[in-house]
């Protein structure tokens, strides 16, 4: 097969690639052998063994008779080979098309013809790295049509590799449209949860910052979302609590995101450190909804209260007695039943007798059982008024 720079890329170099194919699957027959063997079939054309020669080696390009009857010839000879009429139309057609076109470049060809390219060098080598580089930050089409291409020829160590770098070779800008785009398309779905969470996990603070702010822009929070907890739970509570800083700067509060599915992954460790720092920022309000999101996406009932009770005594033994109270105020104003969860945190075995004191002491303190009590009276008027509910006034008899 000859080199780019005498056949460059483009349709003929992708017929001389084919027939070469054909030529190794019928035995690679001499010129002679060609040549008289085409002469004595009922072919389109005959070629003498210089034409032969020029043809194979890239000189010159075949018109489409002799074309047919050089891809008939191999096709007939090979072993298990194709039907040499269907592959002389298939391949007639393209250099016809090729021929009837001036304007036609390699790049209207995108992106099939870099895909096929990619798809030879990856065969030969026996690497992915060529596809990964052909799917690096391009449209999605192109990423689609590779994921196929990969996926017809059951490359299944390929196609994973190539699935797991989209989350570290494209931008944050282009994140949403290939999102998109896959998931429009069929049997995607598991790839693009897998960016997503390989993007939060493996990507800096800034990237995911500016590719949640995109998804939520264009209504995509539970993907967003996805892009969150994969952060959480790979990130350092320094790195969380400067995500959460951006966020709330941008306006996008990460409790009222969306989620698409259920988590069970835990990122309960370091709660009390990101609280401290977050807090250095933002206010004591939005620090204790952030603590709360944060151990409420992924524990569930009492676990997540236990866990955030202890928090509050973690804090407050750090001394900061305004954020422990914040915190306290969130979680005990939330309903009836995470009140009784106070019971049962103060009667549990997992809580030290510490914690427990601590915690009694604080849900004790003036300001918080009136603040609690305040926002306790506020919900229920809030459900009053949306439900309809009135007090009924008592008639003495």
Known sequence: MPTEDVAP??????????????????????????????????????????????????????????????????AGRATNGPNPEVES???VSILLDASFTPEHTAEEESPSAPIEAALREASS??????????????????????????????WSRFLKQVEDSLAETFTPANIPAMVAELRLAKNHTRVVERTLSRFGALRSVEDVTETMRLLCAVGSTGDASTVLHAFLRFK???????????????????????????????????VAEF?????????????????????????????SSIEYFRVCVQILDIGNDELAESLAILVLSQSERVRSDLEIFLSSETPTD??????????????????VAFNVAKEELRLSKMFGIVEIPRHSP
């Open 275 to 303: 609280a401290l720092l977050l807090n250095t920022t933002v206010d004591a309000g939005d620090t204790a909804m952030a603590v709360r999101h944060r151990l409420g996406v992924t524990l569930g009932g009492i676990e």
């Open 9 to 74: 890329p483009g349709p003929a170099r992708q017929v001389l690639s084919d027939l070469h194919k054909l030529y190794y699957l019928a035995g690679t027959p001499g010129l002679r052998e060609i040549s008289s063997g085409i002469a004595e079939m009922d072919l389109p054309a005959t070629l003498n063994r210089n034409l032969v020669s020029d043809i194979l080696s890239g000189k010159k390009q075949p018109n489409a008779l002799q074309l047919s009857s050089l891809v008939r010839f191999f």
């Open 354 to 371: 510490h914690e427990k004191v601590a915690m009694r002491t604080l849900a004790a303190r003036e300001n918080v059982r009136s603040r």
């Open 236 to 270: 350092k509570p320094s790195d969380a609590a400067r995500l959460y800083e951006h966020l709330l700067r941008l306006r996008i509060a990460p409790w009222q995101l969306r989620d698409n599915r259920h988590r069970e992954n835990s990122f309960t460790s370091g």
């Open 125 to 154: 080598r026996g690497t992915a790295e060529p596809l990964i580089r052909v799917c690096a930050d391009k449209a999605p089409e192109t990423v689609l049509l590779a994921l196929k291409e990969i996926n017809q020829r059951k």
């Open 89 to 91: 139309n298939r391949l």
